[in-house]
């Protein structure tokens, strides 16, 4: 991925289209690494487009546990928070995870949004039987019911 990001600010001219968000995915404590890959991607293009910085962002989904996002509030503008939706035996995303993930971005600056509890949620809560993944917002607990987009 560095040597697109790379490739691409030689090729065109230091310009990075407004268009175009830099992501990944996390789903545990394990792929936390990935968050240190987005920072230095970040810091490249920072370094060569100080006044056209792309957003940033994680996929905090599907959920499977709870995840410690300390040391990489610098790497990112914006976290999409979804539980795991499916059949079988899905993993549960639960409100505390929610609720310590929504803490944590609001203290570091960084727009939260859940997007979805989950299938394991939707079934335990019976709260949302229409959306099988627990995507009706106003199904939640009203402290989760968190839609922000970054800045910019």
């Given amino acids: 991925m560095n040597e697109f990001i790379e490739w691409y ?49 994680v996929s905090y989904g599907p959920a499977l546990e709870s995840v410690n996002f300390n040391s990489y509030e610098d790497a990112f503008d914006w976290m999409i928070i979804e539980g795991e939706s499916g059949r079988g035996d899905t993993a549960m995303l639960e409100t505390e995870t929610v609720l310590n993930t929504l803490a944590w971005c609001r203290m570091n600056g960084i727009a939260p949004f859940v997007k979805q509890m989950g299938t394991r949620w939707a079934q335990q809560t019976e709260a949302d039987s229409f959306h099988f993944k627990g995507g009706d917002v106003n199904a939640w607990p009203e402290q989760i019911r968190v839609r922000e987009m970054p800045k910019g």
Wanted: aromatic share 10%; proline share 6%.
């Fill in 9 to 57: 600010l030689n090729e065109r001219h230091h310009l990075w289209p407004r268009n175009v968000w830099c992501g990944i995915s996390v789903t545990s404590q394990a792929t936390t690494p990935r968050i240190a890959a987005l920072w230095s991607i970040r810091q490249m293009i920072k370094l060569r487009l100080a006044s056209t910085m792309p957003t940033f962002f």
